[in-house]
T-cell receptor, first 110, second 105 residues
């Protein structure tokens, strides 16, 4: 049981490049979330999903897109990366009221 | 949206001391959780506590929903308790800025 995994762990992009972050969970959870964490701040919700094929916007969705084609995977895409998107990205899934977090992806946009 | 404020922002303790962390929120909530982020960045769910009191070992939490605050108590602190403690509220999980706890041996 791997829990929640994130790929990649680190990435450096140039402004304007695109990339996709992958979150996978093997716990059959319905709800999944993408957050970003900036230095000295709490997490901010980007997008979330309440089930396969569904997505919804969170607090800071601009510049990101998501897809949930399979229940176990939640993808976060950056179509044209900007330096303001430099952050640590966390994925989470929920069983009942308890959130389980992945280890994070550290993204730097130059 | 709901505003979440945590205090104090930083806390330094000697091992064995007790501490109380506070979370204030600006509106009624149906969901409040406490999390610990360890020095390596890993986030762990501590409590789901929209109201009432819960205890788990040396940690306990109380939420007074009518007065819009929650408290996290850490007793007999250990160096492994170091890290940042966050509270988060509601379905879209609005996080506070956290309390950074440092426990010195």
């Amino acid at each position: 049981n791997a829990g929640v995994t994130q790929t990649p762990k680190f990435r450096v992009l140039k402004t304007g490049q695109s990339m996709t972050l992958l979150c996978a969970q093997d716990m059959n959870h319905e709800y999944m979330y993408w957050y970003r964490q900036d230095p000295g701040m709490g997490l901010r919700l980007i997008h979330y999903s309440v089930g396969e094929g569904t997505t919804a916007k969170g607090e800071v969705p601009d510049g990101y897109n998501v897809s949930r084609l399979k229940k176990q995977n939640f993808l976060l895409g950056l179509e044209s990366a900007a330096p303001s998107q430099t952050s640590v990205y966390f994925c989470a899934s929920t069983l009942g009221n308890e959130q389980f977090f992945g280890p994070g992806t550290r993204l730097t946009v130059l | 949206g709901i505003q979440v404020e945590q205090s104090p922002p930083d806390l330094i303790l000697q091992e064995g001391a007790n501490s109380t962390l506070r979370c204030n929120f600006s509106d009624s909530v149906n969901n409040l959780q406490w999390f610990h982020q360890n020095p390596w960045g890993q986030l762990i769910n501590l409590f789901y506590i929209p109201s009432g009191t819960k205890q788990n070992g040396r940690l306990s939490a109380t939420t007074v929903a009518t007065e819009r605050y929650s408290l996290l108590y850490i007793s007999s602190s250990q160096t492994t308790d170091s890290g940042v403690y966050f509270c988060a509220v509601e379905g879209d999980m609005r996080f506070g800025a956290g309390t950074r706890l440092t426990v010195k041996p």
